[in-house]
């Protein structure tokens, strides 16, 4: 888990899904469709998973032959809180 959801979620899945990606020379511009779950921990194998439906839009430069991040955006269009049975964590 990410260090800034750490103690938040006792789970997390981040799901990227369709992209699309414009290139005009040495800049880019993506948009990236991605669900992300965030499951707590309400004790007894229940949960709530908070499910958010978001896209992250991008600027991207080629720097010496590699892609980079300018800037990016989060956008989320809709959340959805959920009941969720939680599994054991695997053993060993």
């Known amino acids: 888990i990410p260090g800034m959801l750490r103690g938040r979620y006792a789970r997390t899945l981040h799901q990227v899904?369709?992209?699309t990606v414009r290139i005009e020379g040495?800049?880019?511009e993506a948009?990236?469709?991605c669900t992300a779950n965030?499951?707590?921990d309400q004790g007894a194998g229940r949960g709530e998973n908070l499910v958010w439906a978001m896209r992250y839009l991008d600027r991207l430069r080629r720097e010496n032959g590699r892609w980079v991040f300018v800037r990016r955006s989060v956008v989320i269009d809709w959340t959805e809180t959920r009941p969720a049975q939680l599994a054991p964590p695997p053993a060993g």
Do not use: F
């Open 31 to 33: 948009e990236t469709y």
């Open 38 to 40: 965030h499951v707590s």
């Open 26 to 28: 040495d800049s880019a």
């Open 17 to 19: 899904h369709q992209q």
